[in-house]
């Protein structure tokens, strides 16, 4: 496992709720440092198999040799044409770890950290695609800008922090990060600094890699390729994803109505394996500190 690119967060206790038998067909859809899939590969026998998904380039260095594990280089949106690309019609578990690794916060050259402040305003999780944050902060209209801020980093003053940027591209682009920075200044109190600008740099990462959007594709997909009785393991670390998992586990819609059928019995699609959601312990915490927002919610389908 590649500790400098990624500590993986509640390793066992996620790989355990997938509950492997060593023959197994498993997928990893957020690869990443290979953390968790080495940990599944070390609980499957022969006969089984682990797919990983990742859409970075940088992932693929971290790729074990291991002829039960295959490789998917693509976004985790995809998961049914690739699991069906590969013969695979049905599957007994997968696991989402939906947080940013470390890796990407600490590459100066992609831009999702705020203290590199003379990178260029990236955040693609893949260099390939055409979007990234300058041209979200430069292209996007004034409202939907103020949209981005609201909905994705819960900013009160999402508004002005619109229109600050729009006086400031109007000057001149804004293409690194010194000046996002520059635009919201008016905004950021010192004794709150780090929380509004990773609130502001939450929104525009999800905005750029269209996180909620490939999280909804996602689940609902793993309805369809999970056997009857088959896990689905899901690591969160803010509160929009979290509530769109915990709608879906229990209602099988991402709004949480729960519907019934005409003898009022519930049509819920998942049983929850933990009723409550389980976090790091104290020990991990002081280990890994990015991983005191996560949660874990597992279910098996019904």
């Known amino acids: 496992m590649n500790e400098e690119y990624h500590i993986p967060v509640l390793l066992s206790e996620s790989v355990d709720g997938m509950n492997i038998r060593p023959e197994s067909i498993c997928v990893d859809v957020t690869f990443g440092g290979g953390g968790h899939s080495r940990e599944i590969l070390s609980r499957l026998g022969q006969k089984g198999h682990l797919y990983s998904f990742d859409q970075d380039e940088d992932a693929a260095k971290n790729i074990p040799e291991d002829k039960r594990f295959t490789f998917v280089r693509s976004n985790f949106r995809y998961l049914k044409n690739f699991l069906k690309y590969y013969g695979q019609g049905s599957v007994d578990a997968i696991l989402a770890d939906l947080g940013v690794s470390s890796h990407h916060f600490d590459d100066s050259e992609r831009g999702f950290s705020f203290r590199f402040e003379e990178s260029d305003l990236d955040m693609r999780m893949n260099r390939q695609s055409r979007k990234n944050a300058a041209s979200v902060l430069n292209g996007y209209p004034e409202e939907k800008l103020a949209d981005v801020f609201y909905l994705y980093g819960e900013l009160r003053e999402s508004r002005q922090m619109a229109a600050a940027i729009a006086r400031r591209r109007s000057q001149a682009p804004i293409s690194k990060i010194s000046d996002l920075l520059e635009a919201l200044a008016p905004f950021v109190k010192r004794e709150k600094e780090k929380k509004i600008l990773a609130q502001a740099f939450q929104a525009l990462r999800i905005e750029v890699n269209e996180e909620m959007?490939?999280?909804?594709?996602?689940?609902?997909?793993?309805?369809?390729?999970?056997?009857?009785?088959?896990?689905?393991?899901?690591?969160?670390?803010?509160?929009?994803?979290?509530?769109?998992?915990?709608n879906?586990?229990?209602t099988g819609n991402f709004?949480?109505?729960?519907?019934k059928d005409f003898f009022g019995n519930t049509n819920a699609p998942f049983r929850l394996v933990n009723?409550?959601?389980?976090?790091?312990?104290?020990?991990?915490?002081?280990?890994?500190?990015?991983?005191?927002?996560?949660?874990?919610?597992?279910?098996?389908?019904?």
């Open 248 to 250: 879906f586990f229990k």
């Open 213 to 246: 959007e490939t999280l909804r594709e996602m689940l609902q997909q793993s309805l369809e390729v999970l056997k009857p009785g088959g896990r689905l393991a899901v690591i969160t670390y803010h509160s929009l994803e979290d509530r769109l998992v915990k």
């Open 255 to 259: 709004e949480g109505k729960l519907e």
């Open 275 to 302: 009723n409550k959601v389980i976090v790091p312990d104290g020990d991990e915490q002081a280990r890994n500190p990015r991983s005191r927002s996560a949660k874990l919610r597992i279910a098996e389908k019904i």
